[in-house]
């Protein structure tokens, strides 16, 4: 899964039905310290995350398999809000 | 999902029956002030989508779960048509 | 789906037997006008694709949704023959 | 299959329910020689793999298809510890 | 598919049962010339491949459309051993 950062919100009222009372978030994957490092994406939130929050996103077919994203079109989903990252014996992030 | 701006569309005669009736679309990926930056790919349109307007696309499987790209050989699918984009607490697009 | 154009052809006499009576061609990913910029990367043609032809290709599991394609462990699939780009309101390939 | 070797772990008390009882690790992509090349990533652990140990990743749908994944939103699992590599006649790594 | 050479083993005892009875290759992405370009990955073989040897990849859940990795956790896999490649009206790779 990739490490992100929630970094804002997206709009869209005209959209396939299916994806009708979906939650929409401006991600950007980040580093071990939680830093953005990537380009903008837009995934789904299953776990009330809100801006500046560290989260996972499952990207693909995995993406639907949350219930909340079964059969919907999306292929990516944050499925999982970080508390802290160890890496190399260092705690690299810890959500404040 | 990737944000992505229409830039124009693409016609072809023959492809494979599963095709048949559906619009194909040239995109290009955004950034979140919703300008293209990346390379053309060509998405199925389920929204009535039009050059110049920024989208959502899902890719690969995901590409198939709406009700027009079922079982369709398609891997990119305009899902929804963007309003606005907020990062950082601005307001980084907004559909004119 | 990506733009791609077709550069050659490959043959592979030891194969899964369900590859058998499959087209392998060499494409290479392709710009709005047609012109190859990508890497060789091989894919099953299922619309008669010839050298120079400017095609779609879908990849993943969309890859095998087409009758030819179907169960069959491949990743690219050619689905369709362009016969025009238009881009930012020109014509930026036609096919000859 | 990616070779990725482990590098630390991750923790997150809010996630999808699907997550409850999968133990998350931090992997980093590896030349043949096991050393880290690449960025963080987050896998789902099925060997009881630990810091340091090189490993395989598999990714997307195929991330699904180990028994404690089954169903699950992630995209990434270890499913092997490497042993040995060898590349052109050498052993580049082998598990110490 | 990605074009790629063999160019070296995998060895790994404690694996998920799935993987059970499969041979671990290491391939290099390659050129239409079959020279390796690319990082070293892992595949699982079904064509009885050997270091030196040039190949089709199929990967994500394509992988898994052979008889023998049918289910696996596996996301790529040789499903063809080249014997030629032609690009530009050029025989770009001959087997030897």
Redesign the interface.
């Given at each position: 899964?990739?490490?992100a950062r929630v970094?804002?919100?997206?709009?869209?009222?005209?959209?396939?039905e299916?994806?009708n009372g979906t939650k929409?978030l401006?991600v950007r994957?980040a580093?071990?310290r939680g830093e953005p490092?990537g380009?903008?994406?837009?995934?789904i939130d299953?776990?009330?995350a809100g801006?500046g929050d560290v989260v996972?996103i499952?990207?693909?077919?995995?993406?639907?398999?949350?219930s909340l994203?079964k059969?919907?079109?999306?292929?990516?989903?944050i499925?999982?809000?970080?508390?802290?990252?160890?890496?190399?014996?260092e705690i690299?992030f810890r959500k404040s």
């Open positions: 899964m990739l490490i970094v804002g919100s997206a709009v869209a009222t005209i959209k396939d299916k994806l929409l401006v994957e580093n071990a490092t380009k903008p994406l837009v995934a299953t776990v009330d801006v996972l499952a990207s693909g077919s995995s993406a639907r398999q949350t994203t059969d919907r079109p999306v292929d990516a989903v499925m999982a809000l970080l508390d802290s990252l160890e890496v190399d014996g690299t």
